[in-house]
């Protein structure tokens, strides 16, 4: 929660995540400085905000130089994180988020964070909603799929990509694992792909998929045969800026869904 002198008023985030959700909740004079990410739309669904304010550089140097008074970052960031509160720096780690439950009180807990408490609940509202939205026309009765990245690398049913998924009827096959490859419940694994063009899902979600086999990667989710048994009728591309974070990204990859699911039907 704020401090009781206030909300902070110089507020750096070191975060991709803690990006976004801070062009949502604070006031633009609030905000310092943000991620390097900030503005890569791969990665980020609030780039064009983004670009009115100053980027960091990865070090703690540059954190210090614009003198905040809070610092968002994330748990991959400890070394800095270890640093800045050395020099005083107050340091609050924005955590990946898993379902939807979460990204709702995390969008509370940020709301007060930065001293406005109102925009944190109609935010996780937001996500309320566009879960209820993407619900009302999910997939009856449901499908199988699975979420394929580059070189054949599957999502696991505890990632939020999965947990979308599910609310628009579509659920990870019943088995964990299989000839060719390897799933872990939370971190995923790889699938081959005679795998999926033998006993693959129902449809194939692809985040990101290159548009041509200029790699090995790239090989994998370009092959003909699999682009042959998963046709538009039984496949989605699924950016991955709407399944990396909560907040404005997953109220757009929920609504983005809503409206991919409808050739499936």
Same mark, same amino acid.
């Given at each position: 929660?704020?401090?009781?002198?206030? &909300?902070?008023?110089?507020?750096? @985030?070191?975060?991709?995540?803690?990006? /976004?959700?801070?062009?949502?909740?604070?006031?633009?004079? /609030?905000?310092?400085?943000?991620?390097?990410?900030?503005?890569?739309?791969?990665?980020?669904?609030?780039?064009?905000?983004?670009?009115?304010?100053?980027?960091?550089?990865?070090?703690?140097?540059?954190?210090?130089?614009?003198?905040?008074?809070?610092?968002?970052?994330? =748990? @991959?960031?400890?070394?800095?994180?270890?640093? +800045? @509160?050395?020099?005083?720096?107050?340091?609050?780690?924005?955590? +990946?988020?898993?379902?939807?439950?979460?990204?709702?009180?995390?969008?509370?807990?940020?709301?007060?964070?930065?001293?406005?408490?109102?925009?944190?609940?109609? +935010?996780?509202? /937001?996500?309320?909603?566009?879960?209820?939205?993407?619900?009302?026309?999910?997939?009856? =009765?449901?499908?199988?799929?699975?979420?394929?990245?580059?070189?054949?690398?599957?999502?696991?049913?505890? @990632?939020?990509?999965?947990?979308?998924?599910?609310?628009?009827?579509?659920?990870? &096959?019943?088995?964990?694992?299989?000839?060719?490859?390897?799933?872990?419940?939370?971190?995923?694994?790889?699938?081959?792909?005679?795998?999926?063009?033998?006993?693959?899902?129902?449809?194939?979600?692809?985040?990101?998929?290159?548009?041509?086999?200029?790699?090995?990667?790239?090989?994998?989710?370009?092959?003909?045969?699999?682009?042959?048994?998963?046709?538009?009728?039984?496949?989605?591309?699924? =950016?991955?800026?709407?399944?990396?974070?909560?907040?404005?990204?997953?109220?757009?990859?929920?609504?983005? +869904?809503?409206?991919?699911?409808? =050739?499936?039907?």
């Amino acid at each position: 929660v704020a401090r009781a002198d206030g &909300p902070p008023k110089r507020i750096v @985030s070191f975060n991709l995540c803690a990006d /976004q959700l801070l062009l949502a909740l604070a006031d633009p004079a /609030q905000i310092a400085g943000l991620s390097p990410y900030a503005v890569n739309p791969v990665l980020s669904v609030m780039t064009e905000k983004a670009a009115a304010f100053p980027r960091l550089d990865w070090d703690a140097e540059s954190v210090v130089n614009l003198a905040p008074d809070l610092v968002l970052g994330g =748990p @991959s960031h400890r070394p800095i994180h270890a640093m +800045l @509160s050395a020099m005083g720096i107050r340091v609050v780690d924005v955590e +990946l988020i898993r379902n939807l439950a979460d990204a709702r009180r995390q969008a509370i807990e940020l709301g007060k964070l930065v001293g406005h408490p109102e925009r944190g609940e109609a +935010l996780a509202r /937001q996500l309320e909603q566009a879960e209820a939205r993407l619900a009302s026309v999910a997939l009856k =009765p449901p499908l199988t799929a699975e979420v394929i990245q580059r070189e054949g690398y599957r999502e696991g049913p505890a @990632s939020l990509a999965s947990g979308m998924l599910s609310i628009a009827g579509l659920r990870a &096959p019943d088995r964990a694992s299989g000839a060719g490859g390897f799933m872990s419940a939370s971190q995923g694994g790889f699938t081959s792909l005679e795998q999926l063009l033998t006993s693959g899902p129902d449809v194939l979600v692809l985040q990101d998929p290159p548009s041509e086999a200029r790699d090995q990667g790239a090989l994998f989710i370009t092959h003909p045969a699999l682009l042959a048994r998963y046709g538009t009728n039984r496949r989605i591309d699924f =950016p991955e800026r709407y399944t990396l974070c909560g907040g404005p990204p997953l109220v757009q990859g929920l609504d983005y +869904l809503a409206q991919a699911i409808k =050739p499936l039907k």
